[in-house]
């Protein structure tokens, strides 16, 4: 069950209607948009002061990455210990496997922490929607997806500019290539919508996509569950209820998988800030 959602019906508390079951006259309450949709904690749409549950989930998850790499790396050994250990080996994995290996290690390093704070607040933001009482990943609400994307977009864009120069970042962003005759201006004015909205916008819709997906996936067997569970439905619930833990673990590697994705596209937008067009 979820946290209260907003409703078309005034009466309803829940993502679903607990009293409804098959053979009970109702009819299957199909998860929506509304799942989606949260009554504020603090303050009302039409106030400043607005806070609603995904804005804590964002905030505690936050918290909840930053103490712990402060709780392994406050006082780093020689010898680590388990809590430095996982730290470490998150940190390297990201360094080495797709910092390095995209950008290169010498142009790289500096970029390693943001790429490391991004994939760890993306896959803690994708986690939520497993966590117990939580149950929904951050990520599904397109917001939070487009603003990280805005963030690597402002900064590919400038780097470009700072990197390569005007001339350069211009045909940068629209792979002039003189060869192509009498085709270059269609060719460039694609390639410039490309780079430039398109790219951007698949970056923040491809995690959006995936979790908002992989979420109604959850919620629509998690309800079916408990819908069926009356009579000889019992049996179906025993199978929906089977495809939760499928789907829950599913969605345990796609969360950690989208927010390698998410990184693995920041840093090839980087490096191609960084390499000169030719």
Known sequence: MKEPAVSAEPTQTLAF????????????????????LFKPLLG????????????LLALI????????????????KVVPGKLQMIAE?????????????TIGKKEGEKYVPLVVSLFFFV???????????????????????????????????????????????FKNFTGYDKSLGAVLPLSMTIELFSNLLVRPFTHAVRLFANMFAGHTLLLLFT????????????????????????????????????????????????????????
Not at 22 to 35: E, Q, R, V
């Open 89 to 101: 080996s998150g940190y390297d994995f990201i360094r080495r496997g797709v910092v390095y290996e």
């Open 223 to 278: 309800i079916a569950s408990w819908y069926m569970l009356n009579g000889i439905g019992i049996a179906y619930s025993a199978v929906s209820f089977v495809m939760v833990l499928v789907m829950t673990a599913f969605e345990l590697f796609i969360q950690a998988v989208q927010a390698y994705v998410f990184v693995l596209l920041t840093c090839s937008f980087i490096q191609g800030a960084l390499a000169e067009h030719h």
């Open 44 to 55: 009302d749409a039409d106030s400043s002061l607005y806070f609603n549950k995904t804005m």
């Open 123 to 169: 896959w803690m933001m994708n986690l939520w929607s497993i966590v117990p009482v939580a149950q929904f990943p951050v990520t599904a609400i397109i917001s939070y997806p487009a603003v990280l994307a805005a963030i690597v977009y402002v900064l590919w864009v400038g780097l470009t500019f700072k990197r390569q120069g005007f001339v350069g970042a």
């Open 61 to 76: 998850g936050s918290v909840v990455v930053v103490a712990f790499f402060w709780a392994a790396f406050a006082r780093p």
């Open 17 to 36: 209607d607990t009293s409804c079951h098959l053979f009970s006259g109702c009819g299957f309450p199909a998860p929506g948009l509304h799942s989606f």
